[in-house]
């Protein structure tokens, strides 16, 4: 009883260190970002690592998260075409694909996409310039590897991210139109004019805002997972590991949250 007690409170222990740590990281990213072109002690992120950082987050993966909306607009529609036909409201599946891809599965499904594939990425990026003592170089220079390495992930996610998830619902919507056509025999105009009578700006608004939140999410645990690197190629690979389920876990469980207090301050 004694041992379980101690393993449990080891753990909590364990638990607060990590969310304190990642605290720390994001108050000293904010601090470069917000403070620092303000301040003439401190330097400046240069612009042209947060330029190569947004063609790697945005550009590299708009072809894989469109494919993926694709298919999300796809099933929704299929899904949907038999059960309104039978109801007799068979025109209504554009209100319905694209409220549930503009307000929810569009910024869900591109974050968790996004956590696969650029922050993992970060993860093994950062732990093998730990590993390999580059991060001690930087250090050694006098340079900050939050302000030279993590600031410029931190901006390029807040910016693309977003951009991305936009352009994937739109795909997304075009897929589920085309089921429409073909199988319900639903034409593009009604189609479309369902799904604007719909949608208002506060489900575009909401979708935006979920996006750039999850956006923050991946990037901060990527980056401190990375940075906490010790080992060598197995601490690397753990690294990454543990940035893509912990950033899957922490999106749907603020997706949880976010739909409880949107539905209650919106009222939808």
């Not at 390495?149 to 075009?174: E, H, K, Q, S, W």
């Not at 025999?185 to 939140?213: C, N």
């Amino acid at each position: 009883m004694e041992r379980t007690a101690g393993e449990l409170g080891a753990r909590f222990y364990s638990g607060l260190r990590y969310i304190g740590g990642m605290a720390w990281l994001l108050a000293d990213a904010l601090s470069f970002i917000f403070v620092a072109p303000f301040d003439r002690r401190r330097l400046r992120v240069r612009s042209a690592p947060v330029f190569e950082q947004m063609v790697r987050v945005g550009f590299s993966s708009l072809g894989i998260v469109c494919l993926v909306q694709l298919f999300i607009g796809v099933v929704i529609a299929l899904q949907l075409a038999n059960l309104l036909k039978t109801f007799g409201i068979s025109e209504y599946v554009g209100s319905v694909v694209g409220l549930g891809i503009f307000r929810e599965l569009g910024p869900l499904m591109t974050a968790m996409v996004m956590a696969g594939y650029a922050g993992a990425a970060m993860s093994a990026e950062l732990g093998t310039m730990a590993v390999s003592e580059e991060l001690e170089a930087l250090r050694a220079l006098a340079i900050s590897p939050v302000r030279y390495l993590v600031v410029p992930r931190f901006i390029a996610a807040a910016v693309m991210i977003p951009c991305v998830t936009m352009v994937g619902n739109f795909v997304g919507v075009l897929g589920g139109m085309g089921i429409a056509w073909g199988v319900l025999h639903i034409s593009p105009a009604l189609f479309t004019q369902k799904m604007l009578e719909t949608l208002v700006t506060s489900d575009v608004v909401v979708g935006i805002f979920k996006s750039w939140f999850f956006a923050q999410l991946i990037v901060l645990i990527a980056c401190f997972e990375g940075l906490r690197v010790d080992s060598g190629a197995e601490g690397v690979g753990r690294a990454a590991t543990r940035s893509v389920v912990f950033s899957i876990v922490m999106i749907i469980s603020a997706d949880c949250l976010f739909a409880a207090v949107f539905r209650l301050l919106l009222g939808r």
